[in-house]
């Protein structure tokens, strides 16, 4: 051997493994949700021995839906890792939840030769993920030199969270973890990635407008959507309601972001200022079918004027003619609305605001005789008011909810009051995100969540208690148990031997699950027992699950949303 050729042997040698995971360490990613398997069992190992942290799941599902709600909590991309085809495929749906809720994160996959994939011969686990994964992504990239890791997650990072964040794919070929590089040639292919959702300042003009047409308003109203509540520019937005006096509606994530108890809420006269409100001004919510399109009956027949904070500039006249669209990132374009709020800025009418206080004061009175009914067995309302009674003096706690009516009631009942800290079903109204998001936050935050589930939506990523249970996380899932989806009453009409579409086993012991893996389990058929099971669970900070047994024949098809199904047009004779 020669000198040189001795010299370059010896010189320090890296590799994919190494790239991938100094690239991410470079950019301040110090977490992977994930689930091992052929080709990168070897970089989640690499990403432990590096110092970062691997959550392994059971399904990545839950992985991805963990690492979206990571990327919500923190405007940081949220790491999935899975394998090729099937492993992706799993994952694929949490990277469309993601996008489609404007969550930043990055779904990276192994996937298999490139030649045999793209010449169909059929490979081990074979399957073409990057065209698959681009039409439920916000971009999709795919690396084939080891030189361009740097390049190929820096673009990823960058497309996840600037402008509208959403979701991102990365391929990595398993022959590109396994190409070498020159140590040195591959330190100074990495990119730290500068200012990577940078600021985006409105237009003076369009903040004038948007001013004008609010100080036009004899009814005004703001609704703060997710939007809001992911830009963290909490300050700043309860100073623009509090200066202003107008009263605010917060979607479900955004509740929080002011206290749910605030004077100005006005959640509890939703459906009378929907109708009522004449000029309305949206911080981060879309006028999707969450807020009936913008339109229509929930919206009242006066005439209404809209103003829309986003920056998604195509946002703007989705639904309806939005009059002054506020295109930047909330915080500038809220700060320069509070800027222009001067000593001209007339406070709404009492006449207003006293209407709606009126309203608030008639509904809050009839759901307080509701919830003080303690119908046996539990129903939704008697359950909840005993978690809202628990959770009341602990703001810090992350509080997931799924399901239809257990979502529904819960979300209207629980009353949040900090910001970001109500995690549930989105923008898809999605079943299965609960484990997912629970493991997230508690992983991201180090605080306890609760996650107050619909029997099925806790089926969708049950599996995952034994992750919470590994990990030891002090998540408490309280699983509301109807017997079924939505209710467990029905019945199959021909007397055969199935039951019906909508019914589970009668009467499960969900507490049982999680004692397989060493968590503790509660059985509570009263609103004290739920209380008192979901106080120690708390104060133990360990993995626990309450089954909570609820009447069956309480709530309603759908919950909220029974008007969504389809009617049967016609009877068969
Ligand atoms: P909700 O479901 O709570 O009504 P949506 O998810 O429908 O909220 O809307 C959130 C909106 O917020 C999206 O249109 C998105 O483009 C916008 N958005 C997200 N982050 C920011 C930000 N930092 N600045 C401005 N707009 C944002
Ligand atoms: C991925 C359809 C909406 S709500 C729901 C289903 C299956 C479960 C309702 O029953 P649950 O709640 O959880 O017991 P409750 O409080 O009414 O008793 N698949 C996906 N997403 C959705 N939304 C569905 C199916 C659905």
């Given amino acids: 051997m020669t000198n040189e050729a001795l010299s370059q042997g010896s ?17 301040d990613i110090d977490t992977i949700f994930g689930l091992v398997g052929i080709p990168i069992t070897d970089l989640a190992r690499l990403a432990q021995a590096e110092g970062m942290r691997f959550i392994g799941f059971r399904h990545e599902q839950h992985a991805g839906n963990a690492a979206a709600i990571a990327g919500y909590m923190t405007q940081k991309p949220g790491i999935c890792l899975t394998v090729s085809a099937p492993g992706f495929l799993n994952g694929l749906t949490a990277l469309a939840n993601a996008t489609t809720n404007c969550f ?44 361009d890791i740097g390049v190929g997650v820096a673009r990823a990072i960058r497309a996840a969270v600037s402008g509208r964040p959403g979701g991102v794919y990365l391929d990595l070929p398993a022959k590109l973890l396994a190409q070498s590089l020159d140590a040195e040639q591959g330190r100074k292919s990495l990119i730290k990635v500068v200012d990577a959702a940078p600021r985006q300042i409105p237009a003076p003009e369009s903040v004038k407008r948007a001013l004008d047409v609010l100080k036009s308003a004899k009814r005004p109203l703001i609704l703060l959507g997710k939007g809001a509540a992911y830009a963290q520019a909490d300050a700043d937005i309860r100073a623009f309601v509090e200066k202003t006096g107008i009263p605010y509606l917060p979607m479900s994530m955004a509740k929080g972001l002011l206290p749910d108890s605030h004077v100005q809420s006005a959640s509890a006269a939703r459906s009378y200022v929907l109708a009522e409100a004449d000029v309305v001004l949206l911080i981060g919510a879309r006028l999707n079918w969450l807020l009936a399109h913008g339109k229509g009956k929930t919206w009242g027949s006066a005439p209404k004027q809209f103003i829309q904070v986003d920056i998604a500039p ?39 605001t006293g209407a709606i206080a009126e309203r608030k004061d008639k509904n809050l009175t009839k759901m307080a005789a509701t919830l003080a009914l303690n119908p046996s067995p539990m129903n939704f309302h008697s359950a909840l008011r005993a978690i809202r009674d628990v959770l009341k003096p602990r703001p810090d706690i992350y509080v997931v909810n799924e399901g239809a009516n257990t979502l529904d009631f819960a979300r209207s009942i629980i009353d949040m009051a900090e910001p970001r800290k109500r995690l549930d079903s989105g923008t898809w109204g999605i079943m299965g995100i609960g484990m997912g998001y629970a493991i997230g936050a508690a992983v ?8 107050i589930e619909g029997d099925s ?20 899932t309280i699983v509301f148990n109807n017997n079924g989806v939505y209710r467990g009453t029905d019945v199959n009409p021909t ?65 909220r949303l029974t008007n969504l199904n389809p009617q049967l047009a016609a009877k068969k004779k």
């Fill in 495 to 559: 007397g055969g031997k199935d039951v019906a579409p909508t019914v589970f086993v009668k009467g499960a012991r969900y507490d049982k699950m999680i004692e397989a893996f060493g968590g503790k389990g509660y059985h509570a058929t009263t609103p004290d027992e739920l209380a008192a099971a979901l106080v120690e669970a708390i104060a133990s900070g360990k993995p626990a699950l309450i089954n909570a047994v609820i009447d069956e024949a309480a709530g309603t098809e759908s919950g």
């Fill in 314 to 352: 195509t946002e703007i006249d989705s639904n309806v003619a939005i009059a002054a669209p506020l295109i930047g990132d909330i915080g500038s374009c809220v700060s320069a609305l509070l800027a222009g709020v001067d000593a001209g800025f007339a406070k709404p009418s009492a006449e207003w």
């Fill in 11 to 27: 010189r320090e040698q890296t590799d994919g493994f190494h790239l991938v995971i100094d690239a991410l360490k470079l950019n």
């Fill in 444 to 451: 991201t935050s180090g605080k306890p969540v609760v996650a």
């Fill in 104 to 147: 930043p994160m990055i779904l990276i996959s192994g996937s298999s030769e490139r030649e045999i994939v793209d010449l169909q011969q059929g490979d081990y686990e074979e399957m073409d993920q990057l065209a698959a994964a681009k039409p439920y992504a916000k971009a999709a990239y795919r690396v084939l030199h080891a030189e």
């Fill in 457 to 476: 939506a806790f089926g969708f990523s049950g599996m995952e208690i034994e992750t919470i249970c590994r990990y030891q996380l002090p998540v408490c």
